[in-house]
């Protein structure tokens, strides 16, 4: 089982309506939890971090964490062209220092 | 601040030479990670160091693979000899240790060995 397992997608919305990204992870013992957005060729970069467990909303970003179901999501509000992109779900491990895992990431793809 | 700093953007080598990807991480960061990026097995943690330290290198592949952080400017990530398995885009990020998790990423260097 992977550490950190997300659906490639492509997940297709159209402009305007409302992006759910899913995250399961295999580590209970996990605290930190964060979304990172590539673009195509380009470096992964926070968009969002969460660490206990309910909603975290940040603009049209909202985190939301349940932690005794492994589970973590991003929704995007009024999604538009220009978050198309790949979202990378990112996981601390039990290592007592800042060690990521990442899941391979869901492309997104708003159509205007 | 100029952000991480990677050289070389794109390097094409042929089996068996020698790979060195270098990197500059942010002045004042203090943990500074190699990250390996390809589309079967997405964004793998290659090593990690601390105040200069490697402190985990659980992920790099075989001793083919080797990093160095010689002063907290400046790290290497060497490959030797290369394989075309190793193609793959390399990152190298940096962050503050205070467990917020947000790394900064250079732009990576994409490799080709043929």
């Known amino acids: 089982q992977k550490e950190v397992e997300q659906n490639s997608g492509p997940l297709s919305v159209p402009e305007g309506a409302i992006a759910s990204l899913n995250c399961t992870y295999s580590?209970?013992?996990?605290?930190?939890f964060f979304w990172y957005r590539q673009y195509s060729g380009k470096s992964p970069e926070l968009i969002m971090s969460?660490?206990?467990?309910g909603d975290k909303e940040d603009g049209r970003f909202t985190a939301q964490l349940n932690k005794a179901s492994q589970y973590v999501s991003l929704l995007i509000r009024d999604s538009q062209p220009s978050d198309s992109a790949t979202y990378l779900c990112a996981v601390t491990t039990n290592t007592g220092f800042q060690k990521l895992v990442f899941g391979t990431g869901t492309r997104l793809l708003v159509s205007p | 601040d100029a952000g991480v700093i990677q050289s070389p953007r794109h390097e094409v080598t042929e089996m068996g030479q020698e790979v060195t990807l270098r990197c500059k991480p942010i002045?004042?960061?203090?943990?500074l990670f190699w990250y390996r990026q390809t589309m079967m097995r997405g964004l793998e943690l290659l090593i990690y160091f601390n105040n200069n330290v490697p402190i985990d290198d659980s992920g790099m592949p075989e001793d083919r693979f080797s990093a160095k952080m010689p002063n907290a400017s400046f790290s290497t990530l060497k490959i030797q000899p290369s394989e075309p398995r190793d193609s793959a885009v390399y990152f190298c990020?940096?962050?503050?240790?205070?467990?917020?998790?947000?790394?900064?990423f250079g732009e990576g260097s994409r490799l080709t060995v043929l």
């Open positions: 580590d209970r013992v996990s605290q930190s």
């Open positions: 969460i660490y206990s467990n």
């Open positions: 002045s004042g960061h203090n943990s």
């Open positions: 990020a940096s962050s503050f240790l205070d467990h917020t998790g947000e790394l900064f």
